[in-house]
């Protein structure tokens, strides 16, 4: 405390009294010691037995440092002058040694009253690093000891103060604190934390879509997320601390934070399944009831074993941050706070506090939920506890007592989402029957993915430009038979709704003959069988034909690789080519193919089914839509209805009782998504979940 001056002591008080005739001899000693403030607060004095403390003021007194000056009020005896020393020490009270103390002068220690203004500055020292009396160490003890010759009648006195933190304010940290672009890109989306009862999508862009049929199969799309993902995206959440000054106002006073330490803690908030149907909602109880009651802390957020975090231990949630020192612009691109996990409790962690520079009076954590949609989170910051109630230093929270008037704040909930962003949506003519993007929304948002539209509205597609893409389409194709199939000459985009317009079989059979110059009795040959397709020596084998063609084109027409804007592009026609009303031709609803890039930030689904084919089942095109849209997001056909089970169906990869999964054909209901495949959108490692839904439980 060098900064205490005795330049504005009062006049010494006599020590007095009336005179008994009775000889005194001579002593010295503390008659009183307190802190006061202008306002009428005092602390306690306390003198050793069996002397008695004069009345008033309270062991609860607290003021803060720094910014608010109370007063250091002592009275001495000393009228023989016997007391030629003194010293004031400063004790906390897990420790015996002081954490700081100070000699008197022979002015300081003379008879009488002295008052001294304090704003709490002591000398700089490892318990106090700024110089300031500090919330680290508090409560205190403040001592006075006299020394000297002659009789001690009450040689020490005592009394106690606080500094102490009013309350803590949750904020989001500064984006800039972050080294990755995707992570301050969700903390701008965010723009604020959740209050308590309010909720947050924690929303990750994820435009990660299959690049060949196979993947349907595997674990590429668990793989694949994970790589654009990590340990989960980073959110700065800061905490402004207050110190409280003896009005019980708060204050800014970072300095008399020191280095106390602030608990991060985080909670799984419970999932509502109530949404989903009686299928998926049984599939989804069983397996979010994943070691739930072995895992710390407890909850149905994913596991660590199917790619999230929760687990016995849990993955961290707070990561180690190795933090800088204070300085007034804060480096771009790394964590400005301190951070280590706790030893015990493995899921959560310490921080400290800045006391100057930019962010003075603030402490923080990089909070990283998992990368799993629909896991949803809730965190915690207080006081830290820092001993033990025998005072030995705590290892950790559990075996810990709490400091005096220890505070905390609450966030609302965080929920990670995935995002998947349409690009663009075309369509041919403007007569084109149009679908309800909301229906198409509402099948992803049971799996926590929001489909979110970036197309900026439906647009009609330049006759020329839609001209010119089919015929580059048709010159790049691998086989001569294409180039055949389709005449040059036709205006593909004035020809109808439908996508592409080919020559009738008998057209193409007189194409063929003067491309290779060749008779009839030489069509067999060229028109054989190959691994590729069947033989085109039919007219029905053509017309069926025409059908993968058509698709084959259109893929190859809207392929701009890594020219494209990531996400999906939406293609609206009524009809897929002009053949397939005729015999060996087949309509289709719609379908999603892999662009011959093989860029998997984007994909293509086309509508094709025009209205009629809408009649008489529970079948829409929304269902169409998002049921293609979920082949490019991984999801194989469902193998029902058993009776006709769709091309490619993976049993294994739905739940066996999810006979109304959108991936099947059973038009006879309402189709959407199943258990299975709702956790696998929500990228859990679909290798480890069982078709049978009581498999995957594991209380």
């Known amino acids: 405390m060098p900064h205490i001056s ?40 306390h003198l050793p037995p069996p002397f ?40 906390t009270r897990y420790r015996k040694a002081p954490l700081w103390s100070r000699e008197l002068s022979a002015e300081e220690v003379a008879e009488g009253e002295h008052r001294v203004r304090w704003d709490g500055r002591v000398s700089k020292c490892d318990a106090f690093p700024d110089g300031v009396v500090t919330v680290e160490h508090s409560p205190y003890k403040l001592k006075l000891t006299l020394e000297g010759s002659g009789w001690g009648e009450c040689p020490v006195a005592w009394t106690y103060f606080h500094v102490l933190v009013d309350g803590l304010e949750l904020e989001l940290g500064d984006a800039r604190a972050l080294a990755q672009k995707k992570d301050r890109e969700v903390t701008e989306a965010l723009k604020k934390l959740p209050a308590p009862g309010e909720k947050a999508e924690v929303r990750l862009v994820s435009n990660v879509f299959k690049t060949v049929t196979s993947e349907m199969g595997n674990d590429t799309d668990f793989r694949q997320y994970r790589a654009t993902w990590g340990n989960g995206p980073g959110i700065p959440i800061f905490a402004r601390a207050w110190v409280k000054d003896s009005a019980g106002r708060r204050v800014d006073a970072p300095k008399a934070l020191g280095r106390v330490r602030f608990l991060w803690d985080w909670e799984d908030v419970t999932e509502d399944l109530s949404v989903h149907t009686p ?34 231990p849990s993955s961290a949630v707070f990561p180690k941050q190795t933090g800088y020192a204070p300085q007034g612009t804060p480096r771009d691109s790394v964590f400005p706070f301190r951070v ?66 220890a505070v905390r704040a609450t966030t609302g909930v965080f929920e990670t989402w995935r995002e998947v962003h349409i690009s663009r949506a075309i369509r041919k003519h403007a007569g084109i029957a149009g679908f309800s993007l909301a229906g198409v929304q509402a099948h992803f948002e049971c799996a926590f993915l929001r489909l979110v539209d ?10 020329a430009e839609y001209n010119a893409r089919i015929a580059a389409a048709v010159k790049k194709h691998d086989s001569w038979l294409v180039r055949a199939a389709v005449d040059p000459a036709v205006d593909q985009h004035a020809e109808g709704d439908h996508a592409i317009t080919f020559r009738t079989y008998e057209e193409f059979l007189t194409e063929v003959k003067r491309l290779k110059r060749c008779d009839d009795a030489a069509l067999p040959q060229l ?68 662009f011959p ?20 089942n529970a079948n829409s095109l929304e269902q169409t839509i998002a049921h293609e849209l979920g082949h490019q997001l991984f999801l194989p056909h469902a193998p029902f209805p058993v009776q006709r089970v769709p091309i490619g169906a993976r049993a294994a990869l739905h739940d066996r009782n999810g006979s109304d999964c959108l991936m099947g054909y059973d038009y006879s209901t309402e189709r959407r998504l199943c258990g299975l495949c709702i956790l696998r959108l929500r990228g859990w490692n679909s290798t480890l979940l069982n078709s049978d839904g009581s498999r995957n439980a594991h209380p």
């Open 52 to 91: 008695r403390a004069p009345g008033g003021g309270e062991d609860g007194f607290y003021f803060a440092p720094e910014v608010e000056p109370v007063e250091l009020v002592y009275r001495l005896g000393n009228d023989a002058g016997l007391a030629r020393s003194g010293k004031l020490e400063l004790f």
């Open 340 to 405: 280590v996990p706790c030893n015990q409790r493995k899921w959560a962690a310490f921080s400290e506090a800045w006391t100057s520079g930019a962010y003075a009076g603030r402490t923080g954590v990089l909070f990283q939920p998992s990368r799993i949609a629909g896991d949803a989170w809730r965190v915690t910051v207080q006081l830290a506890y820092e001993r033990r109630k025998d005072g030995a230093v705590a290892l950790d929270i559990e075996d810990a007592a709490p400091l005096p008037a």
């Open 527 to 594: 028109l054989e069988a190959t691994s590729e397709r069947p033989a085109l020596v039919l007219e029905t084998a053509y017309n069926l034909q025409c059908k993968d063609w058509a698709k084959e084109l259109l893929v190859k027409a809207f392929d701009e690789g890594p020219r494209g804007v990531p996400g999906i592009l939406l293609l609206q026609f009524s009809g897929l080519y002009n053949l397939e009303r005729l015999p060996g031709g087949l309509s289709v609803n719609g379908f999603s193919k892999e």
């Open 279 to 312: 299928h998926a909602r049984a599939f989804l109880e069983q397996a979010l009831n994943r070691q739930c009651s072995a895992s710390r802390p407890t909850g149905d957020n994913a596991h660590r074993d199917v790619g999230g975090k929760r687990g016995l």
């Open 454 to 463: 970036r197309s900026g509205g439906v647009t009609d597609i330049p006759a």
């Open 597 to 616: 890039s093989r860029d998997r930030t984007r994909c293509a689904v086309f509508q094709c089914g025009a209205a009629n084919n809408y009649a008489g």
């Open 6 to 45: 005795f330049t504005a002591c009062v006049a010494l008080t006599p020590a007095g009294g009336r005179n008994r005739n009775r000889l005194r001899p001579a002593s010295f000693g503390v008659a009183d010691l307190r802190l006061t403030t202008p306002g009428g607060m005092s602390s306690r004095c």
